[in-house]
């Protein structure tokens, strides 16, 4: 296996995929917003998994200059696998440093970005993989002309989040079928509900609800099982524009089924980040 990049990788499934990669032997990088805070945890893997070759690059999906500037930083090298999966969930509105709403920011521009950036790296001299994290939350997402629009006033995180993800699963079917014909696949996966400091909800239940959903809660290696897999396994080599959970393939929720929806959702992102350059 070739290069393999791991956003957000420093920590949870990141980090349980990137010790899997690891122990792959090839290259991986470590894409992280917080290169300091991430060099402990980088050293760490090499000397866990005995490979000298996991690197540490700086990523911040909240900035379009940082994506570009990682990007840069590769030099061309073809890219095998791309892991995309880095999350946010914001409590409180907040935009990023272009301007954009940050979940939505984060969780799907900063990665349709990303992907679409390092494409002419990948499938050149072998297949390569993309695989994008989304969430068991898609089913209660929207997206509709309102999607990028900025309102502070009715921002709910639990409205957010869900949309950012279903627009993962629609920018996953939509790149599928751009990419037909090309040696690169594209899957979705839903990890289920892991235990990351993403679930905390900062209120005074959250003991209350940790006990009672301990047992519902998956550890970041299981969390991470389903994307390993796909990174990995030759039996996936082919398939593409899939939705996977628990290792296996599963049906798209229907809201995220229309090809229309899902070609405007990508000419809408691209006339944004020309808006924004």
């Known amino acids: 296996m070739g290069l393999v990049i791991v956003t957000g990788a420093n920590g949870g499934m990141g980090l349980a995929i990137t010790r899997a990669m690891a122990r792959m ?10 290169v300091e805070r991430a060099a402990g945890i980088r050293d760490e893997v090499v000397r866990e998994t005995g490979n000298g070759r996991v690197e540490l690059h700086a ?9 570009r500037a ?13 892991i995309n999966n880095a999350g946010t969930m914001c409590r409180d509105f907040t935009t990023t440093v272009d301007g954009l709403e940050t979940t939505v920011g984060v969780n799907y521009v ?19 993989r993309i ?42 079917i939509e790149l599928a079928r751009r990419l037909e014909g090309r040696r690169v696949t594209v ?15 900062h209120r005074w239940y959250d003991p209350l609800a940790d006990l009672f959903f301990r047992p519902f809660i998956k550890s970041p290696e299981r969390g991470a099982a389903t ?15 899939g939705f996977f959970k628990g290792k296996r393939q599963v049906e798209y ?20 980040l020309r808006d924004l350059k």
């Open 227 to 241: 994307a390993i897999l796909l990174a990995t396994s030759e039996r996936y080599a082919g398939v593409t524009g």
């Open 59 to 67: 990523l911040d999906l909240a900035s379009i200059a940082s994506i």
């Open 253 to 272: 929720p229907k809201i995220a089924l229309d090809g229309e929806a899902c070609r405007n959702l990508w000419l809408q992102t691209e006339r944004l």
């Open 70 to 82: 990682f990007v840069k930083g590769l030099n061309g090298r073809e890219v095998s696998v791309l």
């Open 131 to 172: 695989i994008n994290t989304s969430s068991l939350t898609s089913k209660m997402g929207r997206v509709d002309d309102k999607f990028f629009k900025l309102d502070p006033e009715h921002y709910r995180r639990f409205k957010a989040y869900p949309n950012s993800k279903l627009a993962l699963l629609m920018f996953t």
């Open 25 to 34: 032997g090839g290259p991986v990088i470590m894409a992280c917003r917080n």
């Open 187 to 201: 899957n979705v996966v839903d990890p289920g509900v892991v235990n990351t400091g993403m679930i905390t909800m």
């Open 110 to 128: 900063g990665t349709w970005l990303l992907t679409n950036l390092l494409l002419p790296s990948m499938g050149l001299r072998e297949k390569s």
